[in-house]
C-alpha cells in the first residue's frame, strides 16, 4: 500500500468520525443543542398503523404529531385518538449511532482480518483464532454500550391521558394549550414546521 | 516508515477517544419550585403562556421572580428572528420549562474502547486486505523458522529465467543474532507460477565479533562491516539532493522520477546517484553497502514486453531460451548490460567502472556489499549506474576501517539434517540433489514446501552468528493462456536486437501499467500445499 493510499485511508476514517456526534441535537462539547422542536415519536394504532413524527402536542383526546408524507416533502399535523393508540415510543432520546460504529469500525475489520488470514494462510482455523483476538475491543464496547444504554420512554397496552401525561415534555408544547393556541398551531405555514 | 504511520494512528485514536455517543435526558421543572437567585448552567427552554418558546443554550438565572436568560425566542406559530437577545420573564408568564441533559454514563467506557482500537483495526483490515504479503509476512521463497513463525527470509536466482543463465546466489537470511532455534527449520516454497530447478543449496554460518555485522557481495563473497557512515553527499542525474532518502535505512527511498524513465524512449539512457564520501588518508580500500531492491521494472520486461508482446510466439521463444545456448547467452549479455547497477568511482576527472551489481529482486530488500578501491584519493566520488525506476535504493552507507575480515569472520557450510516434504514425509532422497553443482536438481511446482533442518555449531560467548544461503539454480516461467491467445501490444513484437523498440514499449507498458502492477504483485500468490511437517529434534 503506497503513502498515499494509507493517508487517504486515514482521512476517510478521521472524516467518517465526525459521525460521532449527532451535529443537529449536540454541541461540540456534547451538551444538548436546543430547538423549538419536539421529540420523535412512533405511534401504533389498534389498527397497526403506525405514525412516525415530531411530538406536537397532546390533550386529553389525542396526540397530535407533524408527519411527513411519503415523499418526504410535505408534513400535516396529524391527530391520533388516545384511545386507538396500542404503542407509544419516544425514539431521539437514545443514541443508538454507536451500533454503526461498532460493528462497522471494530467487528466488521476483525472479520475481514480472520477472513483475510485464513485466506492467506490457507487455515481456517487460524483465521479463526486471528478474528477472536480482534474481535475482543468490538465485544467490550458493545457491552459497554449496551449495559449503559437509556431506555428509551415507551408504552403499550392499553394506553390513557395519565399515562401519557408522563411524556409530554418531550413535545414541543409540554403543556395544556388553549383552544386558540391549538388554532394557531393548526396554521402553522409548512415552511415554519 | 512505521514510525510515521503509528504517529498518524497515535493521532487517530486521540481523536476518536474525544468523541463519544451521547443521549439525552429531559425532564419539567417545576416552576413554582425555583429559587430566587438560582442560577441554572444547563441548556433550557422556556415555554410562554402565550406559546412563545425561549430557548437558553447556556441557561438563565431567577431573581426577583423573574427568568433572565440569553437566548433565541420563536413565537408560537414557530418563527423566529434567530436573534440572540436577553429576556427577562416574569415566572408566571411561563407555562412550562424544560432542563436537556447530556447521558453517557459506563459508554464513555465504550466510547473509549472504541476509540482506541477502531481506527487500527479498520485501518489494518485494510491494509491487510489490500496487501495480505505485507501485512501477514512475505511470502517467497525462503523462510526461517523462529517462535514458532515463519519468516520471510530471501528470495534466490530472481533471474535466472533458463538453464542458460542458471547462476550462484548468496543470500543473507538472518543476521548477527545471538541465540537461534536448533534444529534451524528452513522453509522452501514455490508460490509463483514458476517451476524451480534448485541444483545446489547449502547453509552457511558465519560466526564474527559482536557490534559487526556480515554482507553478501555481488560475486558471492562475504564482507565484514565495523562501522556504517553515510555519504557526505548524495544527488541524483538530475541534480537534486537525495541524501535524506538513502541515509536512513527506513523503507523510504530513492527511485527515479517518471520523467528520467521517458528519456528511455530515445534510447539506452541511466539514471545515476552520484555521492562524496570522506576517506582517512592511506585508506586504499572502502566497504560499501546498498539496502535494495528491484521496482518491477524488470518483471514487466520480461512478462509484458518479452513474453506477452509476442503472442503464441511466447511457446517458441520459451523453447529456445531454454534450448539454444547461444541465444540464451545473447539475451544474457543484453539483459546484463542493461541491468543491475554499475558502480563507477572517479580518479583524475575520469569515472572508472569498478563492480557491477547485479538485479536483487523485487520482493524484499536486499542488503549488497562491495570493496571500491579509493585510488588513495581523501575525497573520493562513487557513481551508481542504473536504468531509470529499475531499483530503489534505501540505504546507502560505507565502512572505512581496517581490520582484515579474514581475522575476524569464521565460515563453516553445514549439512542439512533432514528434509520434509509438505505431506511431513522425510524425503532423505533429496539431501543428495543439493549438495553440488551437478546434473541433479530439486525441482518444485507451484504450492511445493519443503522443510530443511540444520544444526548449527555453538559460538562463542564474545561473538554472533550470520546465516547465509549459498545456492544455484534457475526457473521457468508458466506461460499464462492469455498471452498466448492475444497480443497484449498490437504494435510492438519483443525482437532482442530492437533496443529502441523494446526500451520504447518498456516505457510505455512500466508507466502504464506500474502502479496497478505494484498493487497486484503484494495480491497474487500461489497458496501453498496444506503443511503437514513435524517437529524435529
Known amino acids: ?193 | 516508515m512505521i514510525r510515521k504511520l503509528l504517529f498518524l494512528l497515535m493521532i487517530c485514536m486521540l481523536a476518536y477517544t474525544g468523541c463519544f455517543f451521547p443521549s439525552k435526558k429531559t425532564e419539567l421543572a417545576n416552576i413554582t419550585d425555583l429559587e430566587n437567585l438560582k442560577k441554572i448552567t444547563t441548556p433550557s427552554k422556556i415555554y410562554l403562556n402565550d406559546g412563545s418558546i425561549l430557548l437558553f443554550q447556556n441557561g438563565f438565572t431567577v431573581k426577583d421572580d423573574q427568568i433572565i436568560g440569553t437566548g433565541i425566542s420563536y413565537i408560537l406559530n414557530n418563527q423566529s428572528d434567530q436573534e440572540m437577545k436577553t429576556f427577562t420573564i416574569p415566572l408566571e408568564n411561563v407555562a412550562a420549562l424544560t432542563y436537556h441533559e447530556t447521558q453517557t454514563g459506563a459508554g464513555a467506557i465504550g466510547s473509549f474502547i472504541t476509540g482506541v482500537s477502531s481506527v487500527p483495526l479498520t485501518f489494518f483490515a485494510l491494509y491487510c486486505l489490500a496487501d495480505p504479503k505485507a501485512c501477514f509476512g512475505s511470502c517467497p521463497t525462503v523462510y526461517i523458522k523462529e517462535n514458532d513463525q515463519y519468516l520471510f527470509c530471501s528470495e534466490l536466482f530472481s533471474y535466472s529465467i533458463s538453464p542458460h543463465m542458471e547462476a550462484d546466489d548468496l543470500d543473507l537470511l538472518a543476521g548477527s543474532i545471538n541465540r537461534i532455534e536448533t534444529p534451524l527449520d528452513i522453509r522452501i516454497t514455490n508460490e509463483a507460477l514458476e517451476t524451480h530447478f534448485i541444483n545446489k543449496m547449502r547453509l552457511i554460518q558465519v560466526t564474527h565479533p559482536k557490534n559487526t555485522a556480515v554482507y553478501p557481495t555481488p560475486d558471492n563473497q562475504l564482507l565484514l562491516f565495523n562501522e556504517f557512515h553515510p555519504p557526505q553527499e548524495a544527488q541524483n542525474s538530475q541534480g537534486l539532493n537525495v541524501l535524506s532518502q538513502i541515509i536512513k535505512d527506513d523503507e523510504i527511498g530513492y527511485r527515479s522520477p517518471d520523467d528520467l524513465v521517458l528519456k528511455l524512449k530515445e534510447g539506452a539512457h541511466f539514471d545515476f546517484l552520484d555521492m562524496k564520501v570522506k576517506v582517512p588518508s592511506s585508506t586504499s580500500n572502502i566497504k560499501l553497502l546498498l539496502k535494495i531492491r528491484n521496482t518491477l521494472l524488470s518483471t514487466i520486461l520480461f512478462y509484458e514486453v518479452v513474453l506477452a508482446s509476442q503472442g503464441i510466439d511466447a511457446l517458441s521463444w520459451t523453447e529456445k531460451i531454454n534450448t539454444d545456448p547461444v541465444y540464451a547467452s545473447l539475451f544474457k549479455s543484453v539483459y546484463d548490460t542493461f541491468s543491475g547497477i554499475t558502480v563507477k568511482v572517479k580518479k583524475d576527472g575520469e569515472w572508472l567502472t569498478v563492480k557491477k551489481i547485479n538485479d536483487v529482486g523485487p520482493i524484499a530488500y536486499k542488503y549488497v556489499a562491495a570493496v571500491l578501491p579509493t585510488y588513495n584519493q581523501e575525497d573520493l566520488e562513487v557513481r551508481l549506474e542504473f536504468i531509470p525506476d529499475n531499483f530503489i535504493f534505501d540505504g546507502i552507507f560505507y565502512d572505512h576501517s581496517h581490520e582484515e575480515d579474514e581475522d575476524n569472520i569464521s565460515v563453516e557450510t553445514l549439512d542439512c539434517s533432514a528434509i520434509f516434504d509438505s505431506e511431513g514425509q522425510e524425503r532423505e532422497d533429496l539431501k543428495n540433489l543439493l549438495i553440488d553443482e551437478d546434473n541433479l536438481y530439486l525441482i518444485t511446482e507451484p504450492s511445493d514446501v519443503y522443510h530443511f533442518f540444520y544444526r548449527l555449531r555453538d559460538e562463542p560467548e564474545d561473538k554472533v552468528v550470520s546465516l547465509f544461503v549459498r545456492s544455484r539454480g534457475y526457473y521457468t516461467e508458466w506461460l499464462r493462456g492469455k498471452w498466448l491467445t492475444e497480443k497484449s501490444t498490437p504494435n510492438y513484437k519483443f525482437d532482442l536486437f530492437d533496443f529502441t523498440g523494446t526500451f520504447n514499449q518498456l516505457v510505455e507498458s512500466w508507466l502504464g501499467s506500474k502502479k496497478m502492477m505494484e498493487e497486484m504483485f503484494h495480491k497474487t500468490r500461489i497458496p501453498i500445499r496444506k503443511d503437514k511437517c513435524p517437529e524435529y529434534r
Do not use: H
Open chain 1, 1 to 193: 500500500m503506497s503513502r498515499i493510499s494509507v493517508i487517504i485511508v486515514l482521512v476517510v476514517l478521521l472524516t467518517l468520525q465526525s459521525c460521532f456526534i449527532p451535529k443537529k441535537e449536540f454541541t461540540s462539547n456534547g451538551s444538548v443543542l436546543l430547538s423549538p422542536r419536539g421529540e420523535t415519536i412512533t405511534v401504533t394504532t389498534e389498527d397497526q398503523n403506525k405514525w412516525k413524527g415530531e411530538f406536537v402536542f397532546l390533550d386529553e383526546q389525542f396526540v397530535y404529531l407533524f408527519v411527513e408524507d411519503t415523499e418526504g416533502t410535505q408534513q400535516e399535523l396529524k391527530s391520533i385518538p388516545i384511545e386507538s393508540i396500542v404503542q407509544f415510543s419516544v425514539d431521539s432520546l437514545v443514541n443508538r449511532k454507536w451500533k454503526t460504529f461498532v460493528f462497522g469500525f471494530q467487528i466488521a475489520p476483525a472479520v475481514v482480518l480472520g477472513l483475510t488470514y485464513a485466506a492467506y494462510a490457507d487455515d481456517i482455523g487460524d483465521g479463526l483464532r486471528v478474528a477472536g483476538i480482534t474481535l475482543i475491543p468490538g465485544v467490550l464496547s458493545l457491552l459497554a454500550f449496551s449495559l449503559s444504554q437509556p431506555k428509551r420512554p415507551e408504552l403499550e397496552g392499553k394506553i390513557d391521558y395519565a399515562m401519557l401525561k408522563d411524556l409530554l415534555k418531550y413535545a414541543r408544547y409540554p403543556f395544556t394549550l388553549t383552544p386558540e393556541q391549538k388554532e394557531k398551531i393548526f396554521r402553522i405555514p409548512v415552511k415554519y414546521r
